[in-house]
């Protein structure tokens, strides 16, 4: 147990509810839990993302590994390969290696997110995009460097779940 919420730091099965796990708050891109503690998972990492209106999940960005969303309620604009689609609860989106993306929230919305691990350094490109830049997701130049990326924004914070983040019923 942290001040903030459960963690799991141990090798084998565990069962953790999301409003008891530790969260992270990144304010304008959101709030999100992962389930781990120190010890990261091995093979791919899973968030849940809490995402008001004009936040994103992260900034517009391409990896040489899988990652996977699905939406569980709300609305949010998936930029993608610069191009804009609507996605609503129930949308799953895949995203090969290579795949530029971010996704913004429109309203309200709780995201799941998979990842592969072992990316590897320089494994992630924030490339300059018009589309991204429209809702605040893009950078101003292209980099490898996440803190060059983030620049700016404030650093994220644990945080304890707050209450009615995550719906009670889909």
Known sequence: MSRNGLVADI???FVLNARESRWRETGPLGAF???EGKRRFPQFGINISVLESGE?????HRENAQEDFLVL???CVLIIEGEERTLRPWDFVHCPPGTEHVIVAKETAVVVAVGARGRGRGATVYPVSKAAARHGASVARET????????GLPRWQWAPYEEGWLPDRL
């Open 11 to 13: 090798p084998g099965w």
């Open 33 to 35: 839990c992962t389930f």
């Open 56 to 60: 994103a999940m992260a900034r517009y």
């Open 73 to 75: 309620s709300g609305v």
């Open 144 to 151: 490898t460097k996440s803190a060059e990326a983030y620049a």
